[in-house]
């Protein structure tokens, strides 16, 4: 039944849609005279269609069904006597579709008859969400001689079968729908707002409707599941709350030992140390001693602590947020994790006690739900939920630079995930010494990924046979790239992405691009060493992806032609403010805050990471590293710190509204958009990005 199901919103990916697909049978075409004789609804859950829990009922007209409508839908009168009238067919279907959006093919025509219905019955007529898939058809016009189902299912090539019945067109009408999601995300339409906002363009454009037929409408969406959210785990990471140094007892020792450290302590666990170097640290805890002397009273504080001990060791990232591991811990059924730092060093412990002082309500961790998908169908789901979450942080308030270093956390959990199926999917076994890591470049590297996001991803591999590693690779990577795609995070329009051969090297091709890099002055060349610069490991062996970031960041800081070129660049900035503080808007009355904004920021602060050996990607922390530096201009940076925030809010509210009315989020703001309040805070921000020419200094220098 569908009306169990979420209710799918406005910034609901196409790709995850859920809705009820569904067609009528009548007893004529003029939709005022027409007769309802049949309904039939065919579920798509999570954008896939459920062909067996469909949804059917004859409904008795109360008049003669005519020989020519029997002729198209072989539905006779027989067939629906003693069926009931449309009063108690219509309640039927709604206990089964709920308030979920409808879709259909030619679906004016439906909803006409189904007002017309309403109004005989002597019952109230509102028009649900629904969404034309003959619309976006026509929106993509393709030269075919007419768009009847028939043509555009042949078109597309999807099998007909039960043509001219309620459900058999429904479910032709469902599959005719996601057969279009890839020609559908070509023209930037990904998600059912930018759908329902394309087809009322087209509609203004064209009103090419037969008459009589009812307007296909969207509703504003319910207020979703994540409109409020507890955001300490948002706002705060794992690092502050663990316990550290953790607490460990050699395998070796007994579980008398054990108890008598967790006794005096007064812990519930204690981290088991590896019998090798190389070997995963495992845990002890209160209850499995407690289980062990139930079950052998007498000989059980004598065995050792490693024969009891649960290896490996489940474990986060001391950077990560909160609210991921509050999200590992209840999905997976933890009551303790270790925490390691970059470098895989365990440095501490989280318990579920550290947690439930710090409750996370409703709102998931997406990233462990990310890890749990089994397929591109179950990330997509996952990922709709993204935007709703960064909405629902903004209510509470919760910094913009901590917002875009959640959503950057998911782009890199959604990468590693992606690479993982691709894996899967590839049928080439994969060469036996390949050793490769999978790198998110640019904004998600550096923690700073708003919404209007696209892909930048890279390879780097060590393998004795390098051609049979690239072949497989280029597999692995393609396929990535499209799961990516599918999901919702777009292909990268400058094709920097890992399918691409260019974004795809040995490690000594990696060090040999940089070098290259580094020694010309081609703007294409500083671009792609820009974005390379903030690279970050997301999957396999990081430490591959680290120590040429290491090196790369190292060559830099000694290539004084290149850091100039790079400050010359930097310090050209044009920011969106003119005379009299007036924004200096484009065309379509907006400004673009990335390019005149928070581009030069970060590009400001990676020059001066790359100047002083600085290894932290996230612009802030940069900027923060460099007050530690000879001469550092402090004040710019305070500057610098505050517009940035600043900016980056302004950024996230316009995309966030923009997703609502379905237009694709961009980094380009309207300043009629802004609350009147906010805007003297932007207009500052916005007058501070000059102050990167203090933070950069004197490029000869």
Known sequence: ???????????????????????TETTSLDVKKGRIVEIGVAPMIDGIMDREGAFSTYVDPGENIPEESRAIHGITNEMVAGAPGFEEAYKSYLGFAGDHLI?????????????????????PWKIPRSLDVRDLIRILNPPLPDFSLDKVAAWLGVAVKDRHRAVGDAIVTGEVFLALLPRLRDKNIRTLAEAEDACRKRRAATDDAPGGWEEVVSARPATSALARVDSYPYRHRVREVMASPPLTIEGTRTLHEALDIIVARRISSL???????????????????????????????????QSLATFPLA??????????????????????????????????????????????????????????????????????????????????????????????????????????LAEKEVAASRPKDLSYAVMVLGSAGRGESLLAMDQDNAVIYEC???????????????????????????????????????????????????????????PE?????????DALPVHGDGHLADALRR?????????????????????????PLGWFGRFKLEEDGRMDLKRGGILPMFAAARVQALKHRILERAT??????????????????????????????????????????????????DPKDVPSAEKERLKWAIEQVKSVRDVLGDPVG
């Open 103 to 123: 879709l259909g093919y030619s679906l004016g025509f439906d909803l006409a008859v189904l007002k017309h219905e309403h109004e005989r019955a002597g019952l």
């Open 464 to 522: 004795a046979d390098a051609g049979a590693a690239d072949a497989w690779l280029k597999a692995v990577a393609t396929r990535m790239n499209a799961i990516l795609d599918e999901v919702g995070v777009p292909f990268c329009k400058g094709g920097v992405m890992a399918r691409n051969e260019a974004w795809r090297k040995t490690s000594d091709e990696w060090r040999k691009q940089v070098s290259g890099w580094l020694s010309r002055s081609n």
């Open 315 to 420: 474990a986060v990232s001391a950077d990560d947020f909160l609210y991921s591991a509050f999200g590992r811990m209840r999905r997976k059924r933890y009551r303790h994790l270790g925490v390691v730092d970059a470098a895989g060093t365990l440095v501490g412990a989280l318990t579920q006690r550290d947690l439930l002082r710090q409750r996370a309500d409703d709102a998931i961790a997406l990233t462990d739900a990310m890890d749990e998908a089994a397929g591109v169908n179950e990330l997509a789901v996952v990922w709709r939920k993204l935007a709703e979450a960064a909405r629902a942080l903004v209510s509470e308030d919760v910094d913009p630079r901590d917002i875009a270093a959640i959503i950057s956390g998911e782009v890199c959990s959604l990468t590693a995930r992606a690479a993982e």
């Open 525 to 533: 060349d500083i671009l792609n060493a820009d974005i390379f610069f």
């Open 1 to 23: 039944m569908l009306k169990a199901k979420r209710v799918s919103i406005a910034s609901c990916p196409l790709r995850s849609l859920t809705a009820a697909v569904m067609d």
């Open 620 to 669: 802030a922390a940069r900027l923060e590293a460099l007050r530690h530096t000879p001469e550092a201009p402090h004040r710019a940076i305070t500057k610098l710190l505050e517009a940035h925030k600043i900016l980056l809010g302004a950024i996230l509210n316009q995309q966030l509204e923009d997703i609502e009315r379905g237009t694709p989020p961009s980094n380009r703001v």
């Open 271 to 305: 981290f088991v140390l590896p019998a090798r170097p190389d070997a995963p640290h495992g845990i002890i805890t209160e209850r499995d001693i407690v289980r062990a002397i139930a079950a052998d009273p007498v000989h059980a504080l004598a065995q050792t602590a």
């Open 551 to 575: 090196d790369a960041v190292e060559a830099a800081s000694q290539s004084l032609g290149f850091i100039k070129l790079m400050t010359l660049n930097t310090a050209n900035v044009d920011p």
